[in-house]
Each structure stands twice: as C-alpha cells, then as structure tokens.
C-alpha cells in the first residue's frame, strides 16, 4: 500500500515538473517574441485565402460563391482613410438627401442595413463615422464598390479567417474573375489585409 502511494506520488510530482518546464519554455519564448517558425504558437506553412484589395473588383460572386452561407467575406472600412462625410457614397443612394433626412431615409446602398452611420462630432453637417456590422454584411460588396468608384476607397473586402472554413480548393477563389483572392500565409495575422498593407491596422 504504501509502495503505491510513493509511486502515485512519484508520478503526479513528474507530471507537475514536466508541465512546469513545458509552460516555461512557452512562457519564455512569448516574452521575448518567439521565432516565427515555432509551431506550437502558429507554423508559417498555414495558409488562409484573402482577398487582394488591389484586384477586387466588387462584383459580388463572394456572396453566392463561398461554402458557407453567409459568406465568410465581409466588407470593412479603413478608418483612416474614411472621409467622415455627411453623406457617405458607400452608404446612401442619393447624396443629395437634405442632412436630417439621412438618418431616417430607406434609399441606402446596402440592402441589409450593414453600414452604420454615427455622428463623430459638429452636429447633423459635422463629421460621421461608418462601421460595418458584420453580422449584417453578406459580401455583396456594393458599398465597397461604390466607395471605390466615386469615394475615398476606404471600404474593401476581406474573408474573414475567423469565419472562413481553409477550404483546400476556395469556391470564391473558382469564381473571382480577377484572380483577388490568393492564399497567404497565417502568420503574422494583421488587420485581415495579410501581406498587402499591414501598416494599415482597424
């Protein structure tokens, strides 16, 4: 009986010192910044699909094309290079509607209400900030395109990884016929921009 205890005891205080040491070394390689090859934070060779903000053409077979439905693409917008306007191309279909009209107006770009104005300062004519909910958002990207064509292009495209399944072969990728969406590496994960502008954080 009490050959098993010291046994048992033996064990667990093996376990505890490998786990310590195990922890440790985690520990130590995340203070000081890891190398990027370590696998057990996230291996170089994972892949994801992203689209190339500067070959999307916003013509919409994101929304019909992806597996999941909705679609892992969402539409973003950079607030640094948003505008704030009053009237916002990727948000209203006539800039023409007088200011106070705007909040209550049902001609909006998106169909399912996924771009939200809200006043950021100076009252009804000062400046608004525009976020996309993305749980609105089905990758249609007309807001984007439209701020694209005629505005400050800062709305794009972006699969999301936290959404997107890592399909070997990507349905969206068959389908876009300009050949944005391209496989990029997992790491580091920026902005949902990957390689193409990571100085660019939300």
Not at 35 to 53: L, M, V
Not at 83 to 92: D, K
Not at 114 to 133: H, K, N, P, Q
Not at 156 to 165: A, E, K, N, Q, S
Request: glycine share 8%; charged share 25%; aromatic share 8%.
């Amino acid at each position: 009986m009490r050959t098993r205890s010291t046994r048992r005891r033996f064990v667990l205080g093996l376990g505890r010192a490998f786990g310590a040491t195990a922890l440790s070394a985690v520990a130590a390689r995340v203070l000081r910044g890891g190398s990027p090859d370590a696998e057990f934070i996230q291996p170089p060779h994972r892949y994801g699909w992203q689209i190339n903000p500067e070959r999307c053409t916003f013509c919409n077979r994101c929304e019909r094309a992806c597996v999941r439905s909705p679609s892992a693409v969402k539409a973003v917008n950079d607030q640094k290079k948003c505008s704030n306007c009053v009237a916002c191309y990727g948000h209203l279909r006539d800039l023409r509607t007088p200011s106070h009209l705007i909040a209550t107006t049902e001609d909006l770009v998106c169909p399912h209400r996924a771009v939200l104005r809200s006043e950021l300062f100076g009252g009804m004519d000062g400046a608004y900030l525009y976020t996309i909910d993305a749980d609105r958002c089905t990758g249609c990207a007309e807001c984007a395109r439209l701020c694209n064509r005629l505005g400050s292009r800062s709305m794009f495209m972006v699969i999301r990884p936290d959404l997107c399944l890592g399909c070997n072969d990507c349905a969206i990728a068959r389908a876009c016929p300009s050949g944005a969406v391209e496989r990029v590496p997992l790491f580091p994960v920026d902005d949902f921009r990957g390689e193409y502008m990571p100085d660019q954080p939300w």
